[in-house]
């Protein structure tokens, strides 16, 4: 993400999230999730100050973006399980890398069957098969739509419903268990979270920062942010990731799949300079066990 709103040394910046995929890790208020912010300013040595093209980057016309364009022709060797440089290499095949010895013995049960000496010029690895990772997609950024208040009769969500292709997808059981853990028309929390979602209902994630979240429920929020643990100033909210993320990816229908009403997370306001990675702090907004239980 390039920030616009950024201090100056987080122009570039980027926030991963991970989370368990257990949802029994997730009962009593546990929050088994983690976020952390790296960033780097608009003057660096990795990124020039003008845009790089999509596809190869031509050395010939970014100018002073010419050590990024030479870098990244060509492919960076990454592990197959999590994605991460890969200073090692199968012994047997030298193809498949691994960033650890770990991750190379977790792969090992898939991999030996094309493990292939013989086989040179190896192309890059997509992860398509890591069972850690969950699924891969480009997410289209949108401003969202303005709309003026509408009364929110069957007839009109059918209408959503129809518009968006992602509800052809989904089962009666999915579509029953998403109306028993929105919550409930007259709750004036969802009531608004309903209106707002239903101008995009493929929406997946809202990215609004130093704004504020959208919570689709009232019970279990977030009270307290705690400052940033590096400069010790406030944090704002950055980014909000929704419940139809789950049917996306295709998780959380199994017996102990993970669930959630919402993942929030709030970034230091000021920027703070860091070295490589800081966790910052997120928050699962569980569905209220009454509405669980329905």
Not at 70 to 84: E, F, L, P, R, T
Not at 103 to 112: G, I
């Given at each position: 993400v390039v920030s616009t709103q950024s201090t100056g040394n987080g122009y570039h910046r980027a926030i991963f999230l991970f989370c368990c995929r257990r949802g029994s890790c997730y009962k009593d208020g546990q929050q088994p999730i983690k976020a952390l912010r790296s960033q780097i300013a608009a003057d660096n040595p990795y990124y020039g100050l003008q845009d790089v093209p999509e596809g190869d980057a031509d050395t010939n016309t970014i100018g002073v973006n010419k050590s990024f364009a030479?870098?990244?022709?060509?492919?960076?060797?990454?592990?197959?399980?999590?994605?991460?440089r890969a200073p090692l290499k199968c012994s047997k095949c030298h193809q498949a890398a691994y960033?650890?010895?770990?991750?190379?013995?977790?792969?090992?049960?898939?991999?030996?069957?094309?493990?292939?000496?013989?086989?040179?010029?190896?192309?890059?690895?997509?992860?398509?098969?890591?069972?850690?990772?969950?699924?891969?997609?480009?997410?289209?950024?949108?401003?969202?739509?303005?709309?003026?208040?509408e009364n929110l009769t069957e007839e009109y969500l059918a209408k959503i419903k129809e518009q968006s292709s992602e509800y052809s997808t989904m089962t009666a059981a999915d579509e029953e268990s998403l109306t028993k853990q929105y919550g409930v028309d007259g709750d004036p929390v969802f009531t608004k979270f309903k209106e707002r979602v239903s101008r995009d209902p493929q929406q997946v994630l809202r990215y609004a920062r130093h704004d504020a979240p959208l919570w689709p429920t009232a019970a279990n929020r977030c009270e307290v942010v705690?400052?940033?643990?590096?400069?010790?100033?406030?944090?704002?909210?950055?980014v909000q990731f929704l419940p139809t993320l789950l049917y996306v990816l295709d998780v959380g229908k199994e017996s102990d799949g993970v669930d959630w009403a919402s993942i929030v997370v709030w970034t230091c306001r000021g920027d703070c300079e860091v070295e490589g990675y800081v966790e910052e702090f997120c928050w699962v907004q569980q569905y209220p066990a009454e509405t669980k239980n329905k």
């Open positions: 030479k870098s990244h022709n060509g492919h960076m060797a990454i592990c197959g399980v999590c994605g991460c960033c650890s010895k770990q991750h190379q013995r977790f792969d090992w049960q898939d991999h030996k069957h094309s493990c292939n000496p013989s086989k040179t010029n190896p192309s890059p690895s997509y992860l398509t098969k890591s069972t850690l990772l969950f699924r891969e997609f480009d997410i289209m950024i949108e401003r969202e739509k303005e709309r003026e208040k705690p400052p940033c643990g590096v400069c010790g100033g406030e944090r704002s909210f950055e």
